[in-house]
């Protein structure tokens, strides 16, 4: 059976390492690289609730966008953080957990392509490509590409429904929404990327209310969509990659797992 180590080792070949911003943490995080692997639960996030659907499914391991170590090191691992319980749950359950995180956002086919993907964006292409991989394909954070001209409003109900959000926080930029630019997660320092290439959209999360207000004095329609839901779509696909990888392993995309964050 193919081991922790072979995991990684495929889940480097799609994102890799060498592209993973300085400051992030990215990898085999907790578990034996020997260890084989049978079963794998797929999610985005690391956290209790995913941790005990791995429990329950006897999976092996746990692969995710998120890092369960991340900003600052854990100093200890017991039971006095959140993230110390995290690591002693899977530590006694014999769990392994790895996480693609930044690498992810810029690969080739990762975070932001996926999104691009569930919005609908035609000749969708990298925005600000960043450099090139191992393998001589270009990388980078934003993805541009263009939908049927429409109102905002219509753009605005397709980006709920297909991301299945609960709710959108936005600005209106007075224009007619033809050319997106995406960037799942925090991208919204990026919005003078979509300006400058000529985009009247812009679909990221966790914006500030700065942002809003600087894309509306600029004329940008500016649409936070959440963290989770920004980001999410590349899960599935990430699960149909490692099963197409490997069929002898049972991969099971998390079904408990959700958005924390609620609308009221």
């Not at 990388?139 to 590409?145: C, I, N, T, V």
């Amino acid at each position: 059976m193919p081991t922790v180590a072979d995991i990684l080792h495929y889940i480097e070949t799609i994102a890799p390492p060498s592209i993973m911003e300085p400051w992030d943490n990215g990898g085999l995080l907790c578990g034996r690289k020997d260890r084989e692997v049978h079963k794998i639960l797929v999610a985005l996030d690391p956290f209790r609730n995913v941790i005990q659907e791995a429990i329950d499914e006897k999976a092996d391991l746990i692969v995710t966008h998120h890092p369960l170590i991340f900003p600052d090191p854990v100093p200890a691992v017991n039971d006095g953080s959140e993230t110390g319980r995290c690591l002693l749950t899977l530590i006694e359950h014999g769990i392994g957990a790895i996480n693609a995180h930044t690498n992810l956002d810029l690969a080739p086919g990762g975070i932001n392509d996926a999104l691009a993907e569930a919005l609908g964006l035609q000749n969708a292409y990298i925005l600000n490509p960043q450099g090139t991989t191992g393998d001589g394909k270009p990388y980078g954070l934003l993805r541009a590409g263009t939908v049927e001209e429409q109102p905002l409003d219509a753009f605005l109900a397709a980006v709920k429904e297909r991301l299945k959000c609960e709710g959108l926080r936005y600005v209106d930029g007075g224009k007619p929404v033809r050319k997106v630019a995406v960037g799942g997660g925090a991208c919204a320092e990026e919005m003078f990327d979509a300006l400058d290439a000529g985009c009247d959209t812009f679909v990221t999360s966790d914006v500030k209310y700065n942002h809003f207000r600087t894309a509306y004095e600029q004329g940008l329609n500016l649409i936070d969509a959440g963290h989770f839901h920004t980001e999410n779509p590349a899960m599935p696909i990430l699960a149909e990659k490692l099963r197409a990888a490997f069929p002898e392993i049972t991969v099971k995309f998390s079904e408990n797992h959700t958005d924390c964050m609620k609308f009221f």
